[in-house]
């Protein structure tokens, strides 16, 4: 199903178009997470298996802190510190990315709300009975998966 944009207002066209870019923008961030969410888990599920490497290591360093005695340091691998710094930029990143997606989705659904309101006035260049509206409607919840009916 293909449709023609030019039979719209310019207005019309131009939120139409920014609607479907913030969907879509949408979709990548949520695919985007939705790998982050699994690479989280699988540095999560490595510091389990390797937990008490941590505890020793943050109980002696808790322990150092307060003594001036200094008692032997287990050693955390070099590659246990990594996935430990790992599993902190996830997070940080989640967090971000999250952020983010809540910013998009609200301007879309603000934008699309918007265009639900303005969709009875000043829609197409036709100036009686056509089919466009419902045309536009159709298009866009068919292919592109976007709701102009209800709020
Ligand atoms: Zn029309």
């Given at each position: 199903?293909?449709?023609?944009?030019?039979?719209?207002?310019?207005?019309?066209s131009?939120?139409?178009?920014?609607?479907i870019k913030?969907?879509?923008?949408?979709?990548?961030?949520r695919n985007?997470?939705?790998?982050?969410?699994f690479?989280?888990?699988?540095?999560?599920?490595y510091?389990?298996f390797?937990?008490?490497?941590?505890?020793?290591?943050?109980?002696s360093?808790?322990?150092?802190?307060?003594?001036?005695?200094?008692?032997?340091?287990?050693?955390?691998?070099l590659?246990?510190?990594?996935?430990?710094?790992?599993?902190?930029?996830?997070?940080?990143?989640?967090?971000w990315?999250?952020?983010?997606?809540?910013?998009?989705?609200?301007?879309?659904?603000?934008?699309?709300?918007?265009?639900i309101d303005s969709?009875?006035?000043g829609?197409?260049?036709?100036?009686?009975?056509?089919?466009?509206?419902?045309?536009?409607?159709?298009?866009?919840?068919k292919?592109k998966?976007?709701?102009?009916?209800?709020?």
């Amino acid at each position: 199903m293909t449709f023609n944009w030019n039979r719209l207002t310019v207005t019309v066209s131009a939120k139409g178009k920014k609607l479907i870019k913030l969907d879509n923008d949408i979709k990548e961030k949520r695919n985007f997470l939705n790998i982050t969410y699994f690479w989280t888990l699988v540095i999560f599920i490595y510091i389990l298996f390797h937990i008490d490497d941590y505890i020793d290591y943050l109980v002696s360093a808790f322990y150092n802190m307060f003594t001036i005695t200094t008692p032997s340091m287990p050693n955390l691998s070099l590659f246990n510190r990594f996935m430990a710094f790992l599993l902190f930029f996830f997070v940080l990143a989640i967090y971000w990315h999250l952020n983010t997606l809540k910013k998009l989705e609200k301007k879309f659904n603000d934008l699309r709300i918007n265009v639900i309101d303005s969709i009875n006035s000043g829609f197409c260049y036709h100036n009686n009975s056509c089919t466009c509206k419902d045309d536009y409607i159709l298009f866009m919840r068919k292919e592109k998966g976007i709701d102009l009916i209800f709020k």
